[in-house]
């Protein structure tokens, strides 16, 4: 399917598990991102990617971890997961200078 | 210090009537300003931009309006119809950046 896909779209773990959630995208965008949206905040960044092999922090990268080995795949990391992390996570992309494209998003809840 | 702020969490209209969402900005830089949809259990949508060389973009029933002096950029719909109530996300750019920053969001609730 064209687009941008998310998985798993819903995913429970428990503290100290390490979880990683996939983004993949079939328009060859050069530009990926991780947000978080929690109640009252909004969308939050977590790391970008301006293309292969170069990523960067963005406002809350604490307890993540980011690759970005081929264009079209971003997964995000949990390391060792902590209850604070129980959000839904969005994963987005752009050609340039325009408008994202988000993903269906993947609710992940951390016990 | 938030740089995009919405500072009204929801916003409550009748169809039919319009629907006014509003945004504020701090960063004399931000020059792009967006405005994303996005309902329950899905990913946000583009809706509408405006680059700060325009005061004012529409598309249908959705018209930007961008006040540069105040900082301040408006979303109306026109008319308002059920199937428009969501959240509603403000973002801006600065100087090329491909990197927005969003407000916290607006919950719309449209009422037939």
């Known amino acids: ?111 | 210090d938030q740089q995009v702020k919405q500072n009204s969490p929801s916003l409550s209209v009748q169809e039919g009537r319009i629907s006014i969402l509003n945004c504020d900005y701090t960063n004399s830089m931000f020059d792009y300003f967006l405005w994303y949809k996005k309902y329950p259990a899905e990913g946000p949508t583009f809706l509408i931009s405006i680059s700060s060389i325009k005061d004012k973009n529409e598309d249908g029933r959705f018209t930007v309006f961008l006040n540069k002096s105040a900082k301040h950029l408006s979303l109306h719909i026109v008319p308002s119809q059920p199937g428009d109530s969501a959240v509603y996300f403000c973002a801006s750019k600065s100087g090329g950046s491909y990197i927005p920053t969003f407000g916290r969001g607006t919950s719309l609730i449209v009422h037939p």
């Open chain 1, 1 to 111: 399917d064209a687009g941008i896909t998310q998985s798993p779209r819903y995913k429970i773990t428990e503290t100290g598990r390490q979880v990683t959630l996939m983004c993949h995208q079939t328009w060859s965008h050069s530009y990926m991102f991780w947000y978080r949206q929690d109640l009252g905040h909004g969308l939050r960044l977590i790391y970008y990617s301006a293309a292969a092999d170069i990523t960067d922090k963005g406002e809350v990268p604490d307890g993540y971890v980011v690759s970005r080995s081929k264009t079209e795949n971003f997964p995000l990391t949990l390391e060792s997961a902590t209850r604070s992390q129980t959000s839904v996570y969005f994963c987005a992309s752009t050609d340039a200078w325009g408008e994202q494209y988000f993903g269906p998003g993947t609710r992940l809840t951390v016990t």
